[in-house]
């Protein structure tokens, strides 16, 4: 029978993950990958999931918060928000394989939306960027778990 409760967590740990909430998605998989009772590819499959899900929240608050952009308590500064555009305007959409990156990341993804990002070329990018840092850390994982025999 099927842990439904484990594949949940893992889910919401990534989605969380992914927006400026602070969780962590890596410890959740890496435990889940180290119990030894899941198929890798589905944990890799439901977290890259769960992270792209989290991303684009943060690519649509991007797209309809800018609207917002000149009120008092908008949480970037005019001057924060234009050297940032300068920035993704002079790497391009590119940028967004660096999604998977810690807080850099997540304010990258919610950049993208307010700079109009078509969303099927953000959907693609931060797809191949999520899903490639979760393989990473399960063939990591795995990798170790196989040498030092844990």
Do not use: C, H
Request: aromatic fraction near 14%; charge should be positive; charged fraction near 15%.
């Amino acid at each position: 029978m099927l842990d439904w409760g484990a594949y949940v967590g893992l889910f919401l740990a990534a989605f969380g993950a992914a927006t400026v909430l602070p969780f962590q998605s890596e410890p959740v998989l890496v435990g889940l990958l180290l119990s030894g009772g899941y198929t890798p590819v589905t944990l890799i499959a439901i977290a890259s999931i769960g992270n792209v899900l989290g991303a684009a929240l943060n690519w649509v608050l991007g797209r309809y918060i800018e609207r917002f952009r000149g009120k008092s308590w908008f949480p970037v500064k005019e001057a924060q928000l234009q050297k940032a555009e300068i920035w993704y305007r002079r790497f391009g959409r590119w940028s967004l394989l660096l999604s998977w990156m810690p807080l850099f990341g997540d304010a990258l993804t919610v950049l993208s939306g307010v700079l109009r990002e078509p969303f099927w070329s953000f959907l693609i990018l931060v797809s191949i960027a999520k899903a490639g840092r979760y393989v990473v850390l399960a063939v990591a994982t795995l990798g170790a778990q196989a040498i030092l025999g844990f």
